[in-house]
């Protein structure tokens, strides 16, 4: 086990399009984050997850986002019909305690 | 509502001064606070908890409830002291949401 994956490191996709984003969590991580990161700024917590179940998820997450992890494993962040405002770093962590382990991120480039 | 606030963006210090990164936060509850560090090309990675107490490369940081502050210190920066620094707020436990500051970015002057 590596740590934290996700997959894939880089898209670029047009205005309007959907994009898929995924993340392995180290395999015995019981909870999951999402962030995102845009430059200048730190994570912005978007949703967690604890095992398969979602917790907690941003109130500043439009109805556009959506993330899934059916089988307390990897997760999925969806966003459908991508705006240029959804350009940023894309962010996964996992953690059994209260250290984060973090993945190397997914960079959404939106044209 | 969760907030931290580090007010600096960018903190240069010579090598062998001292550092101190400042953050400030805003939580209703017993709060759990992190520091964070990303090297460049890496991930981003906890560097210390307040409830450890620990010097973890020589960095320090005390929980100041009176003046809801975290500070990051260090007695003497060194070179690979230069990196990105977020403060992170937990709620008790740190099991729920974890929300960072904007971060201050550490440049250690040789």
Not at chain 2, 75 to 81: L, R
Not at chain 2, 95 to 105: D, P, R, S
């Amino acid at each position: 086990d590596t740590g934290v994956s996700q997959d894939p490191r880089h898209k670029i996709t047009k205005r309007g399009q959907n994009v898929t984003f995924r993340c392995d969590p180290i395999s015995e991580h019981n909870r999951l984050y999402w962030y995102r990161q845009t430059l200048g700024q730190g994570p912005e917590f978007l949703t967690y997850f604890q095992n398969e179940a979602q917790l907690e998820k941003s109130r500043l997450l439009s109805d556009r986002f959506s993330a899934e992890r059916p089988k307390g494993s990897f997760s999925t962040l969806e966003i459908q019909r991508t705006e240029q405002g959804d350009s940023a770093m894309y962010l996964c962590a996992s953690t059994l305690g209260y250290e984060q382990y973090f993945g190397p991120g997914t960079r959404l480039t939106v044209t | 509502a969760q907030r931290v606030t580090q007010p600096e963006k960018l903190l240069s210090v010579f090598k062998g001064a001292p550092v101190e990164l400042k953050c400030n936060y805003s939580y209703s509850g017993s709060p759990e606070l992190f520091w964070y560090v990303q090297y460049s090309r890496q991930r981003l990675q906890l560097l210390l908890r307040h409830i450890s107490r620990e010097s973890i490369k020589g960095f320090t940081a005390d929980l100041n409830k009176g003046e809801t502050s975290f500070h990051l210190k260090k007695p003497f920066a060194q070179e690979e002291d230069s990196a990105m620094y977020y403060c992170a707020l937990g709620g008790s436990g740190g099991y729920q949401k974890v929300t960072f500051g904007t971060g201050t970015k550490l440049q250690v002057i040789p």
